[in-house]
């Protein structure tokens, strides 16, 4: 699985939007990027996923880079229970993959009032 | 729908101590997961089932043993449990995509 660099925190004012970059320059054209948040002492939650096409859903939306070589997860209007660790995750979705998440450090994403 | 629950909570441990974390999923889900969390670290997998009868090495899964017992339940056992298992362990199961995956609230053990 090609592997992620994220800047390790990042602040956002609360009401405006919150862009978190990931860089995947090795990726290859079967392998998805996932973004998974944790906020503090809870389980990973789901956010988005995509291959090629910019994304959106009710929680973010997944901007792709023509190259596929970067992508950015915006939160639109960040609220403070936004505050979590921001993990981007790229891997081959399907056959023997298996779901096999792999979390690197993730960036902090601080959100203030 | 509960989601993903885990039991118990918490738990201490003394070292040599067996003990079995359980998972259940309320989901449907073929796929399950067990990935434990060490401070300041990202989640590192330990187990996975693909399916029920089925599981298969993770990560990190010396000193571990998995049970997919149904469909619903996927548990993890620790047979002699040392100070390095000190951690979080996370139960999580797969949806439609293995890869969009649910996770429980975390089981918090400490081995002394």
């Known amino acids: 699985d090609a592997k992620t660099t994220q800047p390790t925190s990042m602040d956002c004012a609360e009401g405006r939007a919150a862009n978190l970059p990931c860089n995947h320059s090795?990726?290859?054209?079967?392998?998805?990027v996932y973004w998974y948040r944790q906020i503090h002492s809870q389980g990973p939650q789901y956010i988005i996923h995509g291959l090629k096409n910019n994304e959106t859903n009710e929680m973010a939306s997944l901007i792709i880079t023509e190259d596929r070589k970067s992508s950015t997860l915006i939160l639109p209007h960040a609220t403070l229970r936004d505050t979590a660790v921001y993990y981007c995750?790229?891997?081959?979705?399907?056959?023997?993959?298996?779901?096999?998440?792999?979390f690197g450090q993730g960036t902090i994403l601080t959100v203030h009032p | 729908n509960a989601g993903v629950t885990q039991t118990p909570k918490f738990q201490v441990l003394k070292t040599g101590q067996s003990m079995t974390l359980q998972c259940a999923q309320d989901?449907?889900?073929?796929?399950m997961y067990w990935y434990r969390q060490d401070p300041g670290m990202g989640l590192r997998l330990i187990y996975y089932?693909?399916?029920?009868?089925?599981?298969d090495k993770g990560e990190v899964p010396n000193g571990y043993n998995v049970s997919r017992l149904n469909k619903r339940e996927f548990s993890l056992r620790l047979e002699s449990a040392a100070p390095s298992q000190t951690s979080v362990y996370f139960c999580?199961?797969?949806?439609?995509?293995?890869?969009?995956?649910?996770f429980g609230p975390g089981t918090r053990l400490l081995v002394l």
């Open positions: 089932s693909a399916s029920e009868g089925t599981t």
């Open positions: 090795t990726i290859s054209g079967n392998e998805y």
């Open positions: 989901m449907n889900h073929n796929s």
């Open positions: 999580a199961s797969g949806g439609q995509r293995q890869e969009t995956q649910y």
């Open positions: 995750i790229v891997l081959y979705a399907g056959g023997t993959s298996y779901g096999k998440l792999t």
